[in-house]
């Protein structure tokens, strides 16, 4: 590989696995020899190990018992911008460099050699006989859109035999090729006629063309109104990158809202991308990793995952709806994406477009002081405005008891039904009702392995724990008193939401968008493509449906609970309510029917809800901004969670206080350590949580101060000490 440095067949090489080592292993280079960052198999013990070549060996043991690299696998090797942005993402999270490496290697079979495979696509007759599983799998291959797929994977996302595929190969309905396991994507065209932008769209489209034609690094915050063009502008500079010979990367922070996008990324370059998140297959996954490593896969749309591809030039990175929290990793290697991609394009030279209605207070910030460029959508595309935002003052309504929908919501949803237009009931809970409740004893339904309510989700007639997974059936006796029949749910959930408009508006059509109502990612895309076409008058839907989607029939969002997310010690508390009720108020009136947007409070005169109203965002982050200056708090301020868990509890204390008593490595550095107490959800998957809050000044070199605290410290037994660098939630 041209500019990486070349190791001879038996000279030392340092491998880094992605086992939990800590450090490479010294090897001797193989027959031929390898590059540096070349993907290699390895001896390891007795098993063989994937490894990447990271530097020279360091021979500081006896060299005649050091083995020889198996072999250098079939893959483009890791280019030295990936490994700098693996060390460097390594060194902010304090996370040990085989985790990092296993972000940057998830795809199945790179060892393999290439070979060929049976493929299905759909054929070009139609059976003479038609049955249900049959009409699923030819569904299924026209949905994407002429794709090929395995036998396994055809049959898997039909939900049928392999035998009915073969079926329909014998009567020239399905179509089975033989074909190389990774091919490359098809090419995507940037001059193909783009939609006619606004003057506004067409300046902010210009201004990052020539950030990109830069050929340097830089952030750019794009923050418009909901409903403002923000994705067309930013496809004019995934155009102009693809002109340039780079790869784009798209980030989205839910994988519903890829099918709409992918739709729109067609009708732009006349091709699909690749797209790379939980939902893709094994096959797909495989062929993403090896294609965007040789440049034949130009645009990839993903999770945030696919940060950690092995693009070979990498120009740009978007980050759609910049704000929103699934960008922030909560398990495992524990990092947020949208800080990582200003990294990674920091390291390449790359430009990063952070969108949003509602950017975080961190890149408003940022772009207040200068780090960011900023540009600003004010007004909706063609037609459309932006809704009007009014409350409803609960105090003021009547309502019977076990019903959540004011008599003012209801007259206003009952108007939009008679105009044929739609309404969105939003709410921000999953299932039937948070609290299963005894009403003979008191006692509340609680997961056996958590600190943790049961939630009832009778769709599927069980509770379950929302920590850990847990169901049961909905039990007819109390756990606790014995009495039966007397466990009755208290509060309302999307379920119960929707069991009182089923009552309320018994002609109309009610869909619900809840996250763990739909058994697979492709049934999620179908029902919103659906309500996107009229198929629902009413969706009924938690935070799911304010992440970027458009139902252009929809005039009416009515929030029902908006002081929910005001509870609680959160320092984001207010960001967060601000951000998910213009989001979801945003959803209403993006084509030409103008739009409400009605909140349900009993607190009406709060400060935040007299912002949402108000409209005056700036004022609203300039106050936001200024409370957290004066706290020292983020992103005036640096905060770590360290997070220790184990099944004792008096251990896991033990751990906790002797951090907290031993903290002079923090207070080098004027940092503060808070407790230990027990996390707010104090025990998952029968592991006791404690926590610790590190507080520091800005410019304080957190992480090093951090690693030297801990490092004395062992962990005994099934104990666990997790670090959480800016930490987005403190359950």
């Known amino acids: 590989m041209q500019g990486e440095a070349f190791f001879d067949e038996g000279q030392l090489v340092g491998v880094l696995t992605t086992q939990p080592l800590g450090r490479p292993l010294d090897y001797r280079a193989p027959e031929g020899g390898c590059h540096?960052?070349?993907?290699?198999?390895?001896?390891?013990?007795?098993?063989?190990?994937?490894?990447?070549?990271?530097?020279?060996?360091?021979?500081?043991?006896?060299?005649?018992?050091?083995?020889?690299?198996?072999?250098?696998?079939?893959?483009?090797?890791?280019?030295?911008?990936?490994?700098?942005?693996?060390?460097?993402?390594?060194?902010?999270?304090?996370t040990p460099m085989p985790a990092m490496l296993r972000l940057a290697t998830r795809a199945p079979g790179l060892g393999d050699p290439p070979s060929m495979r049976k493929i299905y696509r759909l054929g070009d007759r139609a059976p003479d006989r038609m049955t249900e599983a049959r009409t699923r799998v030819l569904e299924t291959l026209r949905d994407y859109g002429g794709l090929a797929f395995t036998l396994g994977e055809v049959a898997e996302m039909a939900g049928v035999t392999s035998s009915v595929v073969k079926g329909l190969v014998k009567l020239g309905a399905v179509r089975e090729e033989d074909?190389?396991?990774?091919?490359?994507?098809?090419?995507?065209?940037?001059?193909?006629?783009?939609?006619?932008?606004?003057?506004?769209?067409?300046?902010?489209?210009?201004?990052?063309?020539?950030?990109?034609?830069?050929?340097?690094?830089?952030?750019?915050?794009?923050?418009?109104?909901?409903?403002?063009?923000?994705?067309?502008?930013?496809?004019?500079?995934?155009?102009?990158?693809?002109?340039?010979?780079?790869?784009?990367?798209?980030?989205?922070?839910?994988?519903?809202?890829?099918?709409?996008?992918?739709?729109?990324?067609?009708?732009?370059?006349?091709?699909?991308?690749?797209?790379?998140?939980?939902?893709?297959?094994?096959?797909e996954r495989r062929r993403i990793w090896r294609m965007v490593g040789q440049g034949e896969a130009q645009l990839v749309?993903?999770?945030?995952?696919?940060?950690?591809?092995?693009?070979?030039?990498?120009?740009?990175?978007?980050?759609?709806?910049?704000?929103?929290?699934?960008?922030?990793?909560?398990?495992?290697?524990?990092?947020?994406?949208?800080?990582?991609?200003?990294?990674?394009?920091?390291l390449g030279g790359a430009r990063v477009v952070l969108a949003s209605a509602t950017p975080s207070l961190e890149s408003?910030?940022?772009?207040?002081?200068?780090?960011?460029?900023?540009?600003?959508?004010?007004?909706?595309?063609?037609?459309?405005?932006?809704?009007?935002?009014?409350?409803?003052?609960?105090?003021?309504?009547?309502?019977?008891?076990?019903?959540?929908?004011?008599?003012?919501?209801?007259?206003?949803?009952?108007a939009r039904l008679e105009r044929g237009e739609q309404a969105l009931l939003f709410?921000?809970?999953?299932?039937?009702?948070?609290?299963?409740?005894?009403?003979?004893?008191?006692?509340?339904?609680?997961?056996?392995?958590?600190?943790?309510?049961?939630?009832?989700?009778?769709?599927?007639?069980?509770?379950?724990c929302h920590q850990c997974g847990e169901t049961i059936p909905v039990?007819?006796?109390?756990?606790?008193?014995?009495?039966?029949?007397?466990?009755?749910?208290?509060?309302?959930?999307?379920?119960?939401?929707?069991?009182?408009?089923?009552?309320?508006?018994?002609?109309?059509?009610?869909?619900?968008?809840?996250?763990?109502?739909?058994?697979?990612?492709?049934?999620?895309?179908?029902e919103i493509e659906g309500i996107a076409a009229g198929a629902a008058d009413i969706i009924i839907g938690t935070q799911l449906v304010a992440k970027g989607h458009n139902f252009p029939l929809l005039t009416l969002v009515g929030v029902i609970d908006a002081d929910l997310g005001l509870q609680g010690s959160d320092l984001r508390a207010a960001e967060r309510t601000f951000q998910l009720m213009r989001q979801v108020a945003g959803r209403a009136g993006r084509a030409e029917k103008p739009g409400e947007a009605l909140l349900q409070t009993y607190q009406p005169e709060h400060p935040v809800i007299r912002a949402i109203l108000g409209g005056d965002e700036e004022a609203f982050w300039r106050a936001e901004a200024g409370e957290r200056q004066a706290a020292g708090v983020p992103p005036y301020g640096r905060m770590a969670g360290i997070i220790l868990s184990g099944s004792d509890v008096g251990a896991v204390f033990d751990l906790g206080n002797a951090l907290a008593r031993a903290d002079g490595a923090l207070r080098q550095i004027g940092a503060q350590v808070f407790g230990p107490a027990p996390a707010p959800i104090a025990r998952i998957r029968g592991r006791h949580r404690v926590r610790l809050l590190v507080k520091a000044p800005k410019g304080a070199p957190l992480q090093d101060a951090i690693a030297r605290w801990i490092a004395p410290f062992r962990l005994k037994g099934d104990l666990r000490l997790s670090v959480d660098i800016d930490p987005q939630s403190f359950y």
């Open 36 to 94: 540096l960052g070349a993907f290699v198999e390895v001896p390891l013990g007795p098993r063989k190990v994937l490894g990447v070549v990271w530097g020279a060996g360091q021979g500081d043991y006896d060299r005649s018992k050091i083995r020889a690299i198996i072999r250098v696998l079939d893959a483009a090797p890791m280019r030295s911008e990936l490994r700098a942005f693996l060390e460097r993402a390594a060194e902010y999270t304090l």
């Open 179 to 283: 074909s190389p396991r990774d091919v490359p994507f098809p090419r995507l065209d940037p001059d193909r006629p783009s939609k006619d932008l606004t003057q506004d769209q067409a300046e902010a489209a210009r201004v990052l063309r020539n950030g990109l034609r830069s050929g340097t690094y830089g952030t750019t915050l794009l923050k418009g109104v909901t409903g403002s063009g923000k994705t067309e502008v930013y496809l004019e500079a995934v155009a102009e990158t693809l002109r340039m010979g780079r790869q784009a990367l798209v980030l989205l922070p839910e994988i519903a809202l890829t099918a709409e996008f992918l739709s729109r990324v067609q009708e732009r370059f006349g091709a699909r991308p690749a797209e790379w998140h939980s939902g893709a297959t094994m096959t």
């Open 301 to 346: 749309v993903g999770a945030r995952s696919s940060l950690f591809l092995p693009f070979q030039n990498l120009g740009l990175i978007i980050v759609d709806e910049e704000h929103d929290t699934s960008y922030k990793q909560e398990d495992g290697v524990l990092y947020n994406a949208r800080d990582m991609a200003v990294l990674r394009a920091a």
């Open 364 to 414: 408003w910030a940022n772009a207040q002081a200068g780090k960011y460029d900023k540009l600003d959508l004010t007004a909706r595309f063609g037609e459309a405005v932006l809704p009007e935002m009014r409350a409803i003052d609960m105090r003021a309504q009547k309502l019977d008891s076990g019903h959540w929908i004011s008599p003012a919501l209801r007259s206003a949803v009952q």
């Open 427 to 464: 709410i921000n809970r999953r299932g039937y009702a948070p609290v299963t409740l005894c009403r003979a004893c008191g006692h509340q339904m609680g997961c056996d392995a958590c600190d943790a309510r049961m939630v009832e989700h009778r769709f599927l007639k069980r509770l379950m």
């Open 475 to 526: 039990p007819t006796t109390c756990p606790s008193c014995g009495a039966e029949d007397r466990l009755a749910p208290v509060g309302p959930g999307v379920e119960r939401l929707t069991e009182e408009a089923v009552a309320l508006f018994p002609d109309a059509r009610v869909a619900t968008l809840s996250s763990d109502m739909f058994g697979s990612a492709r049934a999620l895309k179908a």
